[in-house]
């Protein structure tokens, strides 16, 4: 079992940045990948960024490439995603999770924490 704890949500005018974080704990060592996906209201979930973790490689959606960083520091157990030139699309609870391949697909993601609201507008 793995457990999560999301931080770092909230309102922010468009074109302004947030981190969020993720403190892992658990099973750590059993994920292939762990990272985020977002839920808008009335839309499928959608992969938004994974870091593998053998290696380190790293995976992000079309829809946030050059604007999301995701990190992680080991020593913490946390990941982080930095979210900068933020859109009112990007509105969404963004879900802290473990994947169990490196897609962003909806299959691939294998348990989750409860989410934090991120909401983009003027």
């Known amino acids: 079992q793995v457990q999560f704890v999301e931080s770092g949500g909230g309102l922010v005018q468009p074109g302004g940045s947030l981190r969020l974080a993720c403190a892992v704990s658990?099973?750590?060592?059993?994920?292939?990948?762990i990272g985020w996906f977002r839920q808008a209201p009335g839309k499928e979930r959608e992969g938004v960024s994974c870091l593998r973790s053998n290696d380190g490689s790293t995976r992000y959606a079309d829809s946030v490439l050059g604007r999301f960083t995701i990190s992680r520091d080991n020593a913490k157990n946390t990941v982080y995603l930095q979210m900068n030139n933020l859109k009112p699309e990007d509105t969404a609870v963004y879900y802290c999770?473990?994947?169990?391949?490196?897609?962003?697909?909806?299959?691939?993601?294998?348990?989750w924490g409860q989410g934090t609201q991120v909401t983009v507008s003027s």
């Open positions: 999770a473990t994947f169990i391949g490196f897609s962003l697909k909806y299959f691939d993601f294998h348990s």
């Open positions: 658990g099973s750590t060592l059993d994920y292939y990948a």
